[in-house]
Nanobody, 124 residues
């Protein structure tokens, strides 16, 4: 079983930056594709970014492309989400997820393990 814990959330002003981290357990972390999702009040959980198990082939939702960057350090069992030029619309709880497959997908049901989430609030 894989356990995930997010950190790095907080309150920032529009235009600011945050770096989220996701620490994972497990001997086979390097074999899992990883993804970031978010959920705002009153809305469904949505895909933000994904990365292949090897660290290549990244994918982004249109509304974060050019502003967010997903990366991973398999030696540290950690995945990151660098968020720049934040907008009030980015306010949400952000979740880290691990897939049992090597390639990332945008579908939440394809991810088997989830962290408890971390809150991000962007003020205008």
């Amino acid at each position: 079983q894989v356990q995930l814990v997010e950190s790095g959330g907080g309150l920032v002003q529009a235009g600011g930056s945050l770096r989220l981290s996701c620490a994972a357990s497990g001997r086979t972390f390097s074999s899992y594709a990883m993804g970031w999702f978010r959920q705002a009040p009153g809305k469904e959980r949505e895909f933000v970014a994904g990365i292949r198990s090897s660290g290549g082939n990244t994918y982004y939702a249109d509304y974060v492309k050019g502003r967010f960057t997903i990366s991973r350090d398999n030696a540290k069992n950690t995945v990151y989400l660098q968020m720049n030029s934040l907008k009030p619309e980015d306010t949400a709880v952000y979740y880290c997820a691990a897939s049992q497959f090597e390639q990332a997908t945008t579908r939440a049901p394809m991810y088997k393990y989830w962290g408890p989430g971390t809150q991000v609030i962007v003020s205008s």
